[in-house]
């Protein structure tokens, strides 16, 4: 007797600003999955300005697995003066853990380099934390870690006293 089962549809589509609750969701999901709750301070009306306002400074798709949103990632374009060309940026790629190891989070990666070959861009950057298993999936496709480069970052309430150095 065949096998009638069907097999799960994974869909990718681009966020919508009526989306902007359902990012939020993902933002706060991820941020759990790190143990950074603390650090979340966007809020619906941020996420809408920056992402669906005048000047858009971030992209996002998602992914659904039968209709039901089961990760998503936010990307942005850098530029590489070396290379001489726009990069594509991944800020975040997160599955939901009920689907984890699904293909999902391979889709959504594969997603963002057919969207860099796209555009051509000259190169895709991400950070992960070290503890990330992910960091084995990214090596296998070919990524790895910068030799010689560390990330730094300074928020906005240090703006004020650098400006005062």
Known sequence: MPDTEKKPALNIRSAKKEDIP?????????????????????TEETLEESMFGEKPYAEVFFAELDGEPAGFTVFFHNFSTFVGKQGLYIEDIFVKPGFRGKGIGKAMFMHCINLAKERNCGRIEWAVLDWNPAREFYEYFGAGPVDGWHIYRMSADKFESALEK
Do not use: M, S
């Not at 359902?22 to 966007?42: C, Q, R």
């Open 22 to 42: 359902l990012i939020l969701e993902f933002i706060k999901g991820i941020a759990e999955f790190e143990k950074l709750t603390h650090l979340v301070t966007a």
